[in-house]
């Protein structure tokens, strides 16, 4: 079984992130997602993001999400050229009613506005440079500009869990359902619609029949 060191430190942090970055398609590993989730957990509670200082995410966070101690420290030096080269596309459609991402993303989200029955996608990257430190535990992350405005000072429209909900979830296909979802968490009135064929192109990485649809109503935490 894998080792997770539960400690009150990893259990108390939180994930909160923008929800439009729910719809942005990235294809990541399992490794990477719990990575990035716990780089965005460490700055959640931070008022400002200084994006030219480097923010750390330990080894025991990832092996308390259920990575083996034995292969979290290759897995760490592996991941940081991954994460690196790693990118995002988002649709401009998402982020109308997010101020801060247009601004963000203000060339492609002006040349939307021209024409919004014409589709406008813009891809980008999560960071501007990654810090392994040989043998310390760590891996450090400087993120983008346009990456920041998801994780910083959010206000509402926002999809936020602790860290260690993603225990459970053994693959990208179930942490991506799973964070859909909560988006939805405080309005139980409403059902989640999404086709296999959304997720797949979220990266979701999973064969299902093209002509299947998922819904899921929205839910609390606790039920």
């Known amino acids: 079984m894998a080792e997770k060191p539960k400690t009150k430190y990893v259990e108390s942090k939180v994930v909160r992130y923008s929800n439009p970055l729910n719809l942005t398609s990235y294809h990541l590993d399992l490794f990477q997602l719990r990575v990035v989730m716990s780089a965005i957990a460490n700055v959640s509670n931070v008022d400002a993001i200084d994006p030219n200082k480097t923010y750390f995410v ?10 083996r ?42 040349l939307f506005r021209k024409d919004p029955t014409k589709p406008v996608f813009e891809r980008f990257h999560f960071l ?4 392994y430190a040989e043998g310390h535990g760590q891996i450090g992350f400087r993120f983008t500009p346009a990456f920041i405005p998801f994780v910083q000072r959010l206000k509402e429209q926002f999809t936020e869990f602790n860290l260690m ?5 053994r693959s990208v296909f179930a942490i991506r359902i799973y964070t859909m979802c909560l988006q939805y968490q405080n309005h139980p009135d409403r059902t989640f619609f999404t086709t296999f064929e959304e997720l797949q192109a979220a990266g979701a ?8 649809q998922l819904g899921i109503h929205a839910f609390q935490r606790g039920t």
């Open 69 to 110: 101690k034995q292969e979290v420290y290759a897995a760490l030096r592996k991941v940081s050229d991954s994460l690196f080269n790693g990118f995002a596309t988002i649709q401009m459609r998402s982020i109308q009613n997010f101020p801060e991402l247009q601004a963000a993303f203000k060339s492609s989200y002006d």
């Open 58 to 67: 330990n080894a025991t966070d990832i092996m308390a999400l259920g990575t």
């Open 165 to 169: 909900e993603l225990t459970g979830l």
């Open 128 to 131: 501007t440079s990654v810090t």
């Open 205 to 212: 990485r999973r064969r299902y029949p093209p002509d299947q």
